[in-house]
C-alpha cells in the first residue's frame, strides 16, 4: 500500500443548520477558543479550536448534507492530486476553504475519508 500524502488535518468543514447555536455550543458548553466568525453576502462560517494542535471545525451553513469535510495539507497540490488520482480517486466538487481553493468528496459509505 502506499504512503499518505497527507501532512496534517487542518480543519474539519462542518455543515451547520443554525451556525450562532451551534458557536455557542462550542463556546459557552465545551469551552472552545472562537478563532473567527463571519457573517456576511449570505453565509455564516465560524472557525472553533476545542484544543491546541487540534484542527480547527468549521461551522458553515453553506455546505450541503450532514458530513463533515476533512481538509487536510499537503506539499504539492496538483502532484499529490494526480497520485490520488493514479490510485483510483476522484474529486466531486470543488470548494474554497478559509486558505484556499479545494477538492471535495464526501466520505464514502465504507469510511474513506474526504479528501481536500
Do not use: C, K
Not at 502506499?2 to 462550542?26: G, K
Not at 463571519?38 to 465560524?46: H, K, L, Q
Not at 471545525?57 to 469535510?69: F, K, Q, S
Not at 486558505?99 to 469510511?111: D, F, H, K, V
Amino acid at each position: 500500500m502506499s504512503e499518505a500524502p497527507f501532512q496534517s488535518l487542518d480543519f474539519l468543514y462542518t455543515p451547520s443548520h443554525d451556525v450562532a447555536a451551534d458557536l455557542a455550543v462550542f463556546e459557552d458548553v465545551l469551552g472552545a477558543r472562537v478563532r473567527f466568525a463571519i457573517d456576511g453576502m449570505g453565509t455564516r462560517v465560524a472557525a472553533v479550536e476545542l484544543a491546541e494542535e487540534a484542527p480547527l471545525i468549521l461551522l458553515t451553513d453553506h455546505l450541503e448534507g450532514e458530513r463533515a469535510i476533512a481538509v487536510f495539507r499537503v506539499d504539492d497540490r496538483p502532484a499529490t492530486m494526480a497520485d490520488l488520482r493514479s490510485r483510483g480517486w476522484s474529486p466531486s466538487t470543488r470548494s474554497r476553504s478559509p486558505t484556499a481553493p479545494a477538492r471535495s468528496r464526501r466520505p464514502a459509505a465504507t469510511g474513506s475519508p474526504s479528501i481536500n
